[in-house]
């Protein structure tokens, strides 16, 4: 065996050159049955892939991290002084922005399954710096003990092994528990049909939208072998290149015969469309995200974006806490980490106010929380929650012990020799008492700010003092106009302890 045919063992295929030329290959990347090798780095040159994982990877980026210390009470205490959230949040490394590093381990996962960072500390236990790791170069090496620990291969072939505690790893989906799996390793066979299909593509428009090959009928004979080479590479230097389309003229009774199946037979646009929504679906992207238009309507496109949250970067965020619980904080920190999706869940102008008009209305959100949401400065006076008049507690009577003590006295007092006989009535008609000045305190405000009684008001006024509302009717004729807001509460206090 020759020297040339040994190597001629190794001829690589057209799908295997790099556009760079002809002697450097790729090397990695398993073969598809398409006969298209398939990596992580060749997925990207579909545009739909490289669209997925941009969606993905920005998408986490820009999510805030938040950091909570826990309390004993079972509350929660939002942190930003803390070498934790300045890793995170701030300064990761010395190299990256905090949107970049996780922008790249988000795209590590994304399409390796995998992502790593090298934990560097100080003295005292604080983490100083995360340093990325490319997962190519990684690898995961089990110890005699049960432990495993992490070989990194360096430039000028070095290997750095680190045990497990100085590596942090992001895991995608796993089989065994210690490495994820590729999502583009387990997708090839797709992947490769799209790649083939993008390659044919470009070859088809490179040869003029013509379909390629065919043969050429020679009635006659060839004196040798040589006389049949020169003729092939003599016609392929006449419709190569800046020859391609020129008119091609035959001798000798030849006929030239186009042998190649048109794209319309071959369902290629249909193809290339099946191929967006098959990407679309490994990497769980609503279609619309990465331009697919075809079915989406205002409706479903905005159902899809709620379910993009939920369902796809609802659970990454997950993977994202879970590891930095287990290996960027002490055991004896309360400390949790959370990503914030307000933002990804605004919504419009109307839906956000009426959200905040429900929250306040019903004293879940206060007025400041409200407008910390959209970015707005405190106000002093805003920061208690307000509650519905017809739902108030016995114990917003403690409010304001002043404005009690009269309408109680004097409660007190018509009961006269009631409260001795039964002291369980004239303790109830004391926290009545408080009950209505409370009220009352509350109604004069809303009433004298708007400076009319409305019928909603007098609906307010009978079930906050449990009244009938004609009779609230006949004592709002008696004030008109609206008078003082501390004269308007006495005679919604005299209203409410005398009817």
Request: hydrophobic share 40%; net charge negative.
């Amino acid at each position: 065996m020759g020297l040339l045919s040994f190597f001629d063992r190794f001829k690589a295929y057209r799908a295997d050159r790099s556009p760079w030329g002809d002697f450097y290959f790729e090397p990695a990347g398993a073969r598809s049955v398409s006969g298209m090798r398939v990596s992580a780095d060749a997925a990207l040159r579909l545009a739909a892939v490289y669209a997925c994982v941009r969606i993905l990877s920005e998408t986490m980026a820009s999510l805030p991290i938040v950091i909570y210390r826990t309390r004993p009470d079972g509350g929660k205490d939002r942190i930003k002084d803390h070498w934790l959230y300045h890793r995170l949040a701030r300064t990761p490394n010395r190299y990256q922005n905090p949107f970049e590093w996780r922008e790249m381990l988000q795209g590590h996962l994304t399409l390796r399954g995998n992502a790593f960072c090298q934990i560097l500390a100080n003295a005292k236990g604080e983490i100083t710096e995360l340093l990325p790791i490319h997962p190519d170069r990684v690898k995961l090496e089990m110890l005699t003990n049960g432990d495993y620990r992490y070989r990194i291969s360096q430039a000028g072939g070095s290997e750095l092994i680190l045990p497990r505690g100085e590596v942090w790893h992001l895991r995608g989906l796993s089989s065994d528990g210690l490495l994820g799996m590729s999502p583009i390793e387990l997708a090839r066979e797709s992947l490769g049909m799209a790649l083939a299909a993008q390659d044919y593509g470009a070859r088809f428009f490179a040869n003029d939208a013509k379909p390629t090959g065919g043969w050429i009928e020679f009635p006659g004979n060839f004196k040798d072998a040589e006389a049949k080479r020169v003729f092939r590479e003599s016609y392929q230097q006449a419709q190569a290149g800046a020859n391609r389309g020129k008119v091609l003229v035959l001798e000798n009774g030849m006929k030239f015969h186009e042998v190649g199946v048109t794209n319309k037979d071959a369902q290629f646009l249909e193809l290339r469309k099946f191929q967006i929504t098959d990407i679309a679906r490994l990497f769980r992207v609503p279609p619309h995200m990465i331009a697919d238009l075809d079915r989406a309507t205002f409706s479903n496109i905005e159902q899809q974006s709620l379910e993009f949250v939920m369902h796809t970067m609802t659970p990454w965020a997950e993977r994202w806490e879970a590891a930095i619980g287990r290996d960027l904080i002490f055991d004896s920190e309360a400390l949790e980490v959370e990503f914030d999706f307000s933002n990804l869940m605004r919504g419009d102008v109307a839906s956000r106010s009426a959200y905040y008009q429900s929250g306040i209305q019903n004293g879940w959100l206060t007025r400041n929380e409200a407008r910390a949401a959209e970015n707005l400065n405190p106000i002093a006076g805003l920061e208690q929650p307000l509650r519905p008049l017809n739902m108030v507690e016995e114990s917003d009577a403690q409010e304001s012990e002043t404005e009690s003590a009269s309408p109680a006295s004097d409660t007190a007092s018509e009961s006269g020799s009631d409260e001795t006989a039964n002291p369980t009535d004239a303790h109830m008609r004391l926290r009545f008492g408080a009950l209505v000045s409370s009220n009352a305190h509350r109604l004069a405000r809303r009433i004298h700010k708007k400076g009319v009684i409305s019928v909603n008001d007098i609906s307010l006024i009978a079930d906050a003092l449990g009244l009938s509302q004609e009779s609230v009717k006949q004592w709002a004729k008696n004030c008109d106009p609206i008078p003082d807001e501390t004269t308007l509460r006495k005679l919604l206090i005299t209203l409410g302890t005398t009817l």
